[in-house]
């Protein structure tokens, strides 16, 4: 596709600026060279990035089965809400009686995500996941510091999470102790009672967990931590899948995170504003970063936690995604969250059944939101990898399940169709992937040229990532 440099007939000017009407200013910084900028007629601005839109795929496009990724369709009227010039137009250190109505949604919004979850507090500074990992791992640190129980230094992480929770850990400045799962995907009790000890801080974990299993011995595993001194850090980016069912605060988890841009109705994967709010108990809320609003009686106002953590985050985190969660969490009400959670988990335990017989699955169970399939026989007996499968889906218009992760099963792809996804879209997919499947099986080289139909074909995924083009060259550049 050409870039915006490489259309001809460039000086069709499409924006007339007003005569400078101040005096002119020589700058110390001085260009060398020419300053090349495009200089388009506006229909050619438009069409250029109307094609742009066309080669990417969204889940406005089609099929979106990114397991742990949760891309559902978030209804359009939420962004409208947050678009409103009320909450757009203001500004951090506006004169608080000027925004109460942001102050109580902030604080509206704060409750229901406690209700929904269990916990007590929650700040919305962390502006992702794994910035709220972060946070809430500074939570535990505090604790132990406040009793003077400075050895405990150690994080325990089961192999198969995120791996921004190990990475969450050290930056924290814990060390990360990784405990083995068992073969059904689930925690190993007796390696968990191993590596407990005087210098365990916490574990970080997720249930349903990066398989998509629910641990049934979840209430024994946040007590062997708490037994030894420790707390429990929930990681909420599975929350979709129990959300109005169960609650981490009654499994025995004192801090959590919750994704906003996963389960609460803000669209990603483009790199926009997301949200991880991070939630605590009662007892560590003393320390939670920032400022938060509270209810005074001369209205809304904020309130500094005393032992606070410190900021980390300019004011009061990215405002406008917790507008659309609000925004969701009203249109759908306590009876519409709950079944958002039932309809993941039967969209998946129903692609995963009507798969079962054409492909492997990791874990033969009865799954929450996402499932786990494995394509090691395939890749060992005729070559056929699950990056086959996956590139084999985009000519068919299906975005690639999650792939080679978690990491604990060979040749993995993690599915997961979200709630919104209705029958039809379920059923089309099915018959997809059993269709590959069978071309793949007839001659393996069906799927090793695929995709064929997609803007670009297989890239070389290292290079693109290990030295990428991000600018562009004139040849009287250099
Ligand atoms: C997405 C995800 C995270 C990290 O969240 P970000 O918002 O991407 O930083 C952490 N844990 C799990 C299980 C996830 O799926």
């Known amino acids: 596709m050409r870039l915006l440099f490489d259309y001809e007939n460039q000086q069709k000017q499409s924006t007339y600026l007003p005569k400078c009407d101040v005096e002119r200013t020589e700058l110390s910084l001085k260009r060398k060279q020419k300053l090349h900028l ?19 795929h969204g889940v406005n496009d089609g099929f979106y089965p990114l397991g742990s990724c949760t891309m559902k369709y978030n209804p359009k009227i ?25 102050l109580e949604l902030m604080k509206q919004t704060e409750k229901a995500l406690c209700t929904i979850t269990g916990m007590d507090a929650m700040t919305f500074q962390p502006a992702a996941g794994a910035h709220g990992e972060f946070c809430g791992l500074l939570l535990i640190k505090k604790y132990h510091e406040m009793r003077n129980d400075l050895k405990r230094n150690k994080i ?60 049934k011995h979840i209430l ?56 991880g709010p991070c939630g605590c108990k009662q007892f560590l809320a003393d320390y939670l970063p920032g400022v938060l609003p509270c209810l005074t009686e001369e209205g809304y106002a904020w309130h500094q936690p005393k032992q606070s953590v410190g900021a980390i985050k300019a004011f009061y985190g990215n405002f406008l995604v917790v507008v659309k969660t609000w925004a969701y969490l009203l249109t759908l009400g306590s009876e519409g969250i709950r079944e958002t959670a039932q309809n993941a988990v039967l969209n998946a335990n129903y692609m995963m059944h009507q798969l079962k017989d054409t492909y492997d699955l990791a874990y033969d169970q009865t799954c929450m939101h996402e499932f786990v ?26 975005h690639p399940p999650t792939m080679y992760f978690p990491l604990i099963v060979h040749e993995a792809l993690m599915i ?34 695929a995709p064929l139909l997609t803007p670009v074909r297989r890239l070389d995924e290292v290079k693109a990532a290990r030295e990428p083009h991000l600018r562009y060259i004139w040849p009287d550049d250099e």
Do not use: W
Not at 43 to 51: A, G, L, V, W
Not at 373 to 398: F, R, T
């Open 38 to 56: 495009p200089v388009l007629c506006e229909n050619e601005i438009s069409r250029h990035y109307t094609e742009l839109a066309k080669q990417t």
């Open 78 to 102: 939420n962004d409208a809400l947050a678009s409103l010039g009320g909450f757009t137009e203001i500004h951090p250190l506006q004169d608080l009686e000027s925004v109460q109505g942001c």
């Open 156 to 215: 325990i992480i089961p192999d198969s999470a995120h791996g921004t929770n190990p990475a969450s850990a050290s930056m924290a400045g814990f060390k990360v102790v990784t405990i083995a799962s068992k073969e059904d995907g689930c925690v190993d009790l007796d390696a968990l009672r191993q590596a407990v000890g005087e210098d365990t801080a916490g574990l970080m974990l997720t249930n349903p967990n990066t398989v998509g299993l629910f641990d």
């Open 220 to 275: 024994e595993i946040t007590q062997i931590i708490h037994d030894a001194g420790g707390l429990n850090y929930y990681d909420g980016a599975n929350l979709n899948a129990i959300m109005g069912i169960a609650r981490p605060g009654d499994m025995g988890f004192d801090v959590i995170h919750l994704n906003l841009h996963k389960t609460f109705s803000t669209p990603h994967g483009g790199g926009g504003p997301g949200s």
């Open 373 to 398: 399939i494995s394509l090691n026989k395939e890749k060992h007996d005729c070559n056929v990898s699950a990056m086959d499968i996956a590139k084999a889906l985009l000519d068919y218009g299906i």
């Open 416 to 449: 997961e169709p979200t709630e919104t996804e209705t029958l039809e879209t379920l059923d089309r997919a099915v018959d997809v992937f059993k269709k590959i499947m069978a071309d793949a099986m007839a001659n393996p080289e069906n799927v090793h040229q």
